[in-house]
């Protein structure tokens, strides 16, 4: 990988203090201000019903093979109506989402016209993610942090959280979910 000219000194100031060779991006800095960057606006419309997320957030655990056979591996899918789910899991909530991502990529799927399903909590990073392959909801088996709802909140994009089979909490942007 080649970093741009343009870059390499913003990157060169970023200090971080680590033990090891990786981390999330947040851990070993300075500050939380050190990691924060501008997040992409969520620039289009697609709406899900209601009762999709729901029958997406049973099939979820279905499709997550190692889990079962762990119980300690995240999965990140992306989901759309009348389509197969993407998933991929990972021992690290940020590692599934990243092999999700490089799947869509790969593939070549319109991921703004889907979103995102976590068994995680969302956590900025998360969202940042979200944000730069243009998904416009987010949907999270687990609670968000403050600071992950006020970036969606900022962004555009829908957030929703504590979702279960028979209900879930949407802190921004509900104008996405039909029938709510």
């Excluded at 100031?13 to 070993?28: A, D, F, N, V």
């Excluded at 959280?161 to 921004?172: D, I, K, L, P, W």
């Amino acid at each position: 990988m080649w970093i741009p000219h343009s870059q390499q000194e913003s990157l060169r100031q970023r200090r971080r203090r680590l033990i090891g060779p990786t981390g999330c991006g947040l851990c070993g800095s300075e500050s939380l201000a050190d990691t924060l960057r501008p997040i992409r606006n969520a620039q289009n419309d697609f709406a899900v019903p209601a009762s999709f997320i729901a029958t997406e957030l049973a099939e979820i655990a279905t499709r997550q093979h190692l889990n079962r056979q762990t119980h300690a591996v995240h999965a990140a899918a992306w989901c759309r109506p009348r389509q197969h789910m993407v998933l991929r899991e990972d021992v690290g909530r940020h590692n599934a989402l990243d092999k999700l991502a490089g799947a869509l990529a790969w593939t070549h799927v319109e991921a703004e016209q889907g979103f995102f399903l976590l068994s995680s909590r969302v956590s900025i990073e998360m969202v940042q993610k979200s944000a730069a392959i243009g998904i416009p909801i987010i949907v999270a088996i687990s609670a968000p942090t403050a600071l992950a709802v006020r970036a969606c909140d900022h962004a555009g994009l829908t957030l929703i959280a504590v979702a279960r089979q028979n209900g879930f909490e949407v802190f921004t942007h509900p104008r996405r979910i039909l029938g709510c």
